[in-house]
């Protein structure tokens, strides 16, 4: 069975960091991209950032780039999105996913894990 | 970068209605468009990929058309199970956008 488990989420003071961990298991990690996806409270779906199976690639949406980072460690079939300077407005439900790059779609999602930036 | 619109943002309708919800793309994207739905407190689940494919496990009633700037997404005969918010979704370059949504409420 194929599994996406958030983790990290919490409260953090503006200007904090954050990092998310996602544990995957039920299919070979390593052979696929994967994704962060955000949705803030009451709102539609922000796509975050995606990353290449080895980890060498990672694409970012424009509002986010210098402040987030994504990277894998495909030997604990483990991803992670590293928040930094967080900021009232990145206040969100944050999913762990998996790409299909064939799909050209998010063809599985993790339950989410909530960050919340405020003083 | 591409913009997404989908509209309408909010869609009352009736169990047994035909329902199609229209997703824009600022450019031309082919076929690469997916669709999703999402109920409330839970994440999305892919109905359709590129453009027409239904995903495995998808019911029948779900259908998507269209290509290069414009799509729709057809419920043939809306169920109860089928009320909630709708995405539609591009990709182009390894780089994904989302539009910003459609809410079927009951009418």
């Known amino acids: 069975e194929v599994q996406l488990v958030e983790s990290g989420g919490g409260l953090v003071q503006p200007g904090g960091s954050l990092r998310l961990s996602c544990a995957a298991s039920g299919f070979t990690f390593s052979s696929l991209w994967m994704s962060w996806v955000r949705q803030a409270p009451g709102k539609g779906l922000e796509w975050v950032a995606n990353?290449?199976?080895?980890?060498?690639?990672?694409y970012y949406v424009d509002s986010l780039k210098g402040r987030f980072i994504i990277s894998r460690d495909n030997a604990k079939n483990s991803l992670f999105l590293q928040m930094n300077s967080l900021r009232a407005e990145d206040t969100a439900v944050y999913y762990c996913?998996?790409?299909?790059?064939?799909?050209?779609?998010?063809?599985?999602w993790g339950p989410g894990t909530v960050v919340s930036v405020s003083s | 970068d591409i913009q997404m619109t989908q509209s309408p943002s909010t869609l009352s309708a009736s169990v047994g209605d035909r329902v199609t919800i229209t997703c824009r793309a600022s450019q031309s994207i082919s076929t690469w468009l997916a669709w999703y739905q999402q109920k409330p407190g839970k994440a999305p689940n892919l109905l359709i990929y590129r453009a027409s494919s239904l995903e495995r496990g998808v019911p029948s009633r779900f259908s998507g058309s269209g290509s290069g700037t414009e799509f729709n997404l057809t419920i043939s005969s809306l169920q109860p199970d089928d009320f909630a918010t709708y995405y539609c979704q591009q990709y182009n370059n390894y780089v994904i956008t989302f539009a910003g949504g459609t809410k079927v409420e009951i009418k």
């Open positions: 996913a998996r790409m299909s790059l064939f799909r050209g779609a998010i063809d599985f």
């Open positions: 990353i290449k199976q080895n980890g060498d690639e990672q």
